[in-house]
């Protein structure tokens, strides 16, 4: 089997200022539409920022409270075939 090939881009904008035309060098528009896009600063894209994204907020909290979820983790996997709708609690 064959998998297509998708490229992923990291963009940090942080230092930009949010002017369109501190963004043309990166190709955005191109990126965004054909590529996976992980970006830091998203604020600074402007009205080039997509309305269907996914957004990721990390933040950094105290050992304490922190969850490490591995990668190949199936307990949260939804199938539709479960009797859950038999229960009634």
Excluded: T
């Amino acid at each position: 089997v064959k998998l297509p090939v998708v490229r992923i881009h990291h963009m940090d904008l942080y230092r930009l200022s949010g002017r369109e035309e501190e963004l043309v060098p990166l190709n955005m528009e191109f990126v965004l539409r054909e590529c996976i896009c992980l970006v830091e600063w998203p604020s600074r894209l402007g009205k080039l920022s997509p309305v269907d994204r996914l957004e990721a907020i990390l933040q950094i909290v105290p050992s304490q409270e922190s969850e490490q979820i591995p990668a190949n983790d199936d307990s949260n996997d939804d199938d539709d075939d479960d009797d859950d709708d038999d229960n009634d609690d």
